[in-house]
């Protein structure tokens, strides 16, 4: 039975005798979770290669175990998801609510409505000195969805992607999937987190398809001037056969002056592909719209590849962030200061930790300390190894959950969110501190 039902799966190494007397219910128990063991590794032969190959996001897992254990009565507080705890204004839920009344429930254009698209160009325009036209922007099921769009379009198996770290926790198994290769440029706490040009030469070879990064940075919050972006641009202009994507997810929560883009230069602008979105900045997250900007034969192919897996994204969202990309910035600024405030009071009680490695975060929401003093101490029951050992430290005995910097490349280091309110964030710290404090 299992020989048809599994067609191609050796079976035989799994099939045993079994001599087994149930004495009480712990025995059927543990029957049972040795039968699911044995049924689990048998699906792992019939999945793909390609899904066998991906691990599960770092970020979502440790979303995941931190739900479990408040599931279990646990007091966790959580510092790993990356999601604004403000509620999507109040406007763009009321041009939701139109948009029902108004009948936009049928299938939409698979690059996004025209009046969307619009709306980007104008953005782009407005926020960005920007030149893309509605023809140049395909909107999807967010910003991730717009990423794996432009790894499945351009990559081929063997080609190379450079990744400065750290890098967002996804874009390494984007690539994968893409069955192409990516080329980690490394970046520490010393540097703000950031590569120099001089860096990314050193990493070009023959086969270097792709350049890719996000400013403000998902983990560090490290945010590229417009001078290390035009001469990082001037570089990659000697190689025009190296596209540059870059993800300005977090463009709204800058606390510079004014948001950079790569794309502003006009010698180098047809390599750039630009990904933003409206999850961040206008607190819309689960509304899932994401866009890019690029040269209209990506966004074509783009458009094609997203027209045989998903086609157009929601009609009603796509509303929801027409209004939210046609109103003044200004109306997002609260919440940008709220969080600088809430930055500015996590240094503050981190730098009272002794052993911690602190950068300045100029954007995002995450703080991304070097955590290495701790590796190698103990306290007496558990050794710290590396950053996993410590991010599950912190979870079991401190109660806080965090993730391991080794997720985005850097494995020295944790990322905790800020995006959750200061009387959380003060607990928080105070039980990290105590935590590493038994650590010797």
């Known amino acids: 039975m299992l020989s048809r039902k599994f067609s191609g799966v050796n079976v035989d190494k799994y099939c045993f005798i079994l001599k087994f007397k149930l004495v009480d219910n712990n025995n059927f128990i543990s029957f049972v979770a040795y039968l ?7 699906m792992e032969q019939v999945l793909s290669n390609r899904i066998n190959s991906l691990s599960e996001s770092q970020t979502l897992a440790m979303a995941r175990i931190s739900r479990e254990l408040i599931a279990q009565g646990k007091d966790i507080i959580s510092l790993s998801i990356g999601e604004p705890d403000f ?66 379009t351009i990559l081929n198996p063997g080609d190379e992607v450079l990744l400065p770290t750290p890098y967002w926790v996804s874009y390494h198994d ?9 080329i980690t440029i490394h970046s520490g706490i010393e540097a703000d987190f950031k590569v120099t040009p001089q860096q990314i030469e050193a990493a070009i070879t023959s086969k270097t398809r792709m350049f890719w990064f996000s400013s403000p940075c998902n983990p560090s919050g490290s945010v590229y001037s417009k001078d290390e972006l035009f001469a990082i641009a001037q570089l990659l202009s000697k190689h025009p056969n190296i596209l540059i994507v870059a993800d300005e997810i977090y463009e709204h929560i800058n606390f510079l002056d004014k948001h950079q883009s790569i794309a502003q230069f006009d010698f180098i602008k047809d390599q750039v ?20 900007g690029a040269p209209k034969w990506i966004a074509d192919a783009c458009t094609k590849m997203q027209g045989q897996f998903t086609s157009g994204t929601c009609s009603i969202a796509q509303k929801a962030a027409q209004a939210a990309l046609e109103a003044d910035p200004i109306s997002i600024t609260p919440m940008q200061e709220a969080f600088r405030k809430r930055r500015d009071l996590v240094l503050k009680l981190m730098s009272e930790i002794p052993g911690l490695k602190l950068n300045v975060p100029k954007g995002a929401f995450y703080v991304f300390p070097d955590v290495s003093y701790f590796f190698g101490k103990t306290d007496g029951e558990t050794v710290i190894k590396n950053a996993d050992d410590l991010s599950m430290f912190l979870l079991h005995k401190g109660l806080i959950a965090m993730v ?6 850097n494995p020295d280091c944790l990322r905790l969110s800020y995006a959750t309110s200061e009387e959380i964030l003060t607990e928080a710290i105070k039980r990290m501190k105590n935590t590493l404090a038994l650590l010797k």
């Not at 391991?404 to 490349?409: K, L, Q, R, Y």
Request: aromatic share 10%.
């Open 87 to 152: 509620a999507t204004p109040d406007f763009i839920k009321e041009a939701a609510k139109k948009a029902i009344d108004e009948n936009y429930t049928h299938y939409t254009p698979v690059p996004g409505y025209l009046e969307l698209r619009k709306a980007i160009s104008l953005k782009f325009k407005r926020d960005n000195n920007l030149d893309y036209s509605p023809e140049q922007i395909v909107v999807s099921t967010g910003a991730k969805h717009a990423l794996t769009n432009l790894a499945l």
């Open 174 to 182: 984007m690539i994968k999937i893409a069955e192409a290769k990516p």
């Open 36 to 42: 699911q063991n044995i049924m689990e590794n048998i």
């Open 273 to 292: 592909i630009t990904v933003n979105g409206v999850s961040k900045g206008f607190a819309m997250t689960g509304w899932r719209i994401g866009y890019i």
């Open 404 to 409: 391991s910097g080794d997720a985005f490349g």
